[in-house]
């Protein structure tokens, strides 16, 4: 029993990191219709970013409260990734629209072998796993085969709180109204005089500060943070995305717990060829989109002709 | 300056235009250090530049349209030439056979998404599925060469169908992502998996044609050709194969109900286009043109270990083509070149290289966004598609 | 109006005549004494990148050395190529190097699957080869290829050392993780069999793919088996994620690693704490004993290089060297160099003794184990672990 408890607490973790990037893949797709491929790395940015500053604070404010580091920290990464979010969204995103739907997605993924090298080249022993600070207190509580840690729930929570936070961001506010205006027609919207400018690139400031965040949490779940963790992460995001349904929020929820989920099983049922994991959840998403074409929470299908 | 741009759009500019390819790749492929291979890729911009300036470059693009046999006689020949300039340069030799054996690749993966928009994420896995088929065939059971080059291609066709359900009832991004997971499911399942060679790999025998055995050197007197020449004769049919096929099929009824079914499926749905028999059609011709490719490369390359057919490299297949310009076959030819070749012109940035490659590509996107030649639109009087 | 067209008339030749001229003006003249090309082939990108990196430069300061030295007879360049750790690429940039005949010898592949491509390549242009990092035993033992020589020990020695100190120290029940690379895979299959051999006993493997992040569900699997000893086969990165997660969950087993994870990474990657007490296995002598290892180190650090030296550094530097000397008395002629390499027999160098077998291998079997001790790794015999102050974990 603890057993299994052990293995939902993980399942859980690793849905909601999965889940947090993949907020930002259908965010994105549901304003601009695109794959923004860069967004593993953008992650992966996010994390670097928070541990500069914790490196910082430390040489220059060694005295301040952990409360305050991970606050700043956090402020960071976001303020980063934010920024590089804005940055793409501007000066490669909307130009490229013009083109054929594909390119986008090739630029970004350059843009994410970019991101990955310029980590791997210019940040300090950058080619190397990095300790990310634990932060938090290591509190844990202990019962057979369960290890119930302190942190964990912490960052859980946190993580439920973010995505209820962008879940009220849109649906609740005046900006929320715009982004799901732009989402549901672009042209019709701008007639009615949202700025179409201002919502691309208050959205890519909204997923890329989620994906900050998950970068952070990242960093302090695994202790341990380096540049190549952004092409399996993005692959992973976007999966979870378009699982559940791309353009809704509670789709990459869903999308992403699914997944984790998948990757746990392999390993609780198949213990004798756990090496099979990915192919046997790679193999239930290729089923699972063969039963639900366009994800399980589908997008309204009106189509125009 | 009038006559100059009359003379060029006639045959002339076939001519003239092959001949600098000709000049430059040569050049261009003997560069070994880091300022001739960046003023080769300026003279490049430079010479493109100096044609617009002089109003050249529409000439020449009447011309290749006017001419399209001499021009892809032109590109044969050029081919043909460069092989025979490297006679005697292996790794050259291997470079440009490499180059063949990708585009061939993506001349399956153009008929997919280029011709019927059906999205595809893992051709290099139906490259993969090729070049085992071929290796475990040959060394397994003993089967010929030649069987197997054609055997590569069927089973990565074969493949490809139990692919065709969750890919023809999804499109766009969901389509995607059913190719992308098997791209990845593909490589772990080969890593792990001991019968197939696991992460080392297998050794794959050498083609072998009428008792002309493909690994040996060509000797004749004092002169030892290099036996990649062999290879690169092989790639260069396989490749006029493979683009007359395209190009055939482009041209013929059935390019016209693939672009059809991309343009539009509710309209030519609505016109009695039958949807599903073309993506299957051209699904399965796709990878079986990325399969017989990835059999002739496995025997080229004498060794195949599952790190070749990765989830990335898909993506340099599919990176290929949009340079190229979707459609386009002879962007194709071009997009290959640049893909395969400024990466290994990069070894001499060192651990920069791909920083700067990656830097690169997503410059010519921004700046060509329709590749570097977009596919024409279908000219569908005069007799000429 | 005229003058402008034959301006642009002469400015249209004039770039054509470039394009003509140009590489003919490209060959460098070389002069003094005569220069030798060497080959280095390694990982420079990507995630096996420190490696390869503190290697080449290894094999620079090698060189650097040679030719600042006034009694050389020639002089050296080093031509340095990506391998990306993919077989293709390396089979592509092996052929470029080989086919050169201007090329000597080379030191070359840290990733196995890599340098069982090549041997190939190398045996048929008759490059002399010394594979400084690939561990994997085919590729020296699955041919009579002459030109190919590994000064590294194979992971065969090391996992018979490995299993052998486990088994000495008192443990039985041990659970294996290993990566699905060959290295990995390997690594384990050797290791398991000493183990079994010796009486211990295995009580679960786990596959895990080279860029997998999450590892808690095998570990929680582990847990509940509650081995003595978790041994991990592969390389650093996943070494660190594997380490920090069993903290994570609590597991209290002793953590075991394989040559991969020897880096000083390792103990950066996973900070002082977490890294105490893990153990290591590397071939060779380990630097610090051997006469020559501080002046190596003080010199490295001299050349300010970008990288740090990593672990592959010292055996590139002494491949290079002993190719180098290899030139400087028979000349340069490769079947000579390998001739001259081939005999090579307990000559001492800055990882200890090295002897080529029959096979090219180097059959000095030394293995150091290692132990990280208060963030740095320490010989054992060196350790506070050893004379009893600490303990392991039991």
Partial sequence: MDLILQFCMNGLMLGMMYALVAVGFTLFFGVLDVIVFSHGDTVMIGSFAGLAMYWWLGSYYPELAVFWMTLWVLLAAVAVVALLGMLTADAMIVPLRKGPPLNTLLATMMLGTVLRESIRLFFPDGSNPQTFPGLLPDWSWQSGNLNLRFDNIVLFCSGACIIALVHLVINRTRLGMAIRAVAQDEEAAQLMGVNFRFIVLATFALGSSVAAFAGVMNGMYYNEINFGVGLLLGAIGFSSAVIGGLGNVYGAILGGFIFAFLQTIGVVVMPFASAYKDVFAFGAVILLMAWRPTGLIAEPASKRV | MRRMAVFFSGPAGCVFLALIILGWSNFFLRAEEQFPILVYMLLVVFLGFVANLLHLDDSFRASVAGHERLWDLCLIIVMAALIWLFREDHYNLFLLGSIMAYSIAVLGLNVQLGYAGVINFSCASFFGIGSYTAALLMTRAGIPPLPGLVAGGVVAALIGCVLLLPVLRTSGHYAALVTMAFALLLRVFLDVSEWFGGPQGITVQPMSLFGLDFSRNIVFGETELSFYLKYDAAFLLLLCLAFSLVRRVERSWIGLALDAVRSDETASACFGVNIMRWKITAFTLGNFLSGTAGAMYAMMLAYISPANFTFADSLLFLSILLLGGIGNIRGVLLATVFVVLIPEKFQVIQEYRYLIYSALVLLMIVFRPMGLLPRRPRVYSGGRA | ?394
């Fill in chain 3, 1 to 394: 109006m005229i003058t402008r067209h034959i301006f642009r008339r002469a400015l249209f030749c004039f770039c054509l005549a470039l394009l003509m001229v140009l590489p003919g003006a490209m060959t460098a003249a070389a002069a003094g004494k005569s220069t030798v090309k060497l080959g280095y082939i390694g990982p420079l990108t990507g995630g096996n990148s420190s490696i390869g990196l503190g290697a080449r430069n290894a094999m620079e300061l090698a060189i650097l050395e040679r030719n600042g030295d006034a009694g050389a007879k020639y002089s050296y360049e080093l031509v340095s190529l990506d391998d990306e750790c993919k077989p293709n690429i390396g089979i592509q940039v092996a052929t470029k190097m080989a086919a050169d005949r201007s090329v000597l010898g080379a030191v070359a592949h840290y990733c196995s699957a890599v340098a069982l491509g090549t041997v190939d390549v190398y045996h048929r242009f008759g490059l002399p080869v010394i594979v400084y990092g690939a561990v994997h035993p085919d590729i020296t033992y699955a041919h009579d290829y002459p030109e190919v020589l590994r000064i590294i020990g194979t992971l065969v020695n090391q996992n018979q050392v490995a299993s052998k100190f486990m088994l000495s120290q008192g443990y039985r029940r041990f659970a294996v993780i290993s990566d699905t690379t060959d290295y990995g895979k390997s690594h384990k299959e050797y290791f398991t069999k000493y183990i079994k051999e010796g009486g211990g006993e295995i009580l679960e493997e786990f596959g895990v793919t080279a860029d997998q992040q999450d590892f808690t569900a095998e570990l929680t699997r582990i847990k509940s088996l509650n081995p003595q000893v978790v041994y991990f086969a592969g390389l650093t990165p996943l070494g660190v994620r594997i380490r920090a997660q069993m903290e994570k969950l609590g597991i209290k087993a002793q953590f075991e690693g394989v040559s991969g994870i020897k880096s000083e990474a390792f103990i950066t990657g996973l900070g002082a704490e977490l890294a105490e007490g893990c153990l290591s296995f590397l071939e060779g002598s380990p630097l610090e004993k051997l006469a020559g290892g501080d002046a190596f180190m003080k010199n490295y650090s001299a050349r300010n290089f970008k990288n740090p030296p990593d672990t592959m550094a010292p055996f590139t530097y002494v491949a290079a060297n002993q190719i180098m000397d290899a030139v400087e008395k028979v000349g340069p002629d490769r079947k000579k160099i390998i001739s001259y390499l081939r005999g090579i027999k307990d000559a001492d160098s800055l990882i200890g003794k090295v002897t080529y077998d029959e096979h090219g291998q180097n059959s000095e079997p030394y293995v150091s184990k290692y132990v990280v001790q208060d963030g740095v790794w320490l010989v054992w015999e060196d350790s506070e672990y050893a004379s009893g102050k600490r303990s392991l974990k039991k």
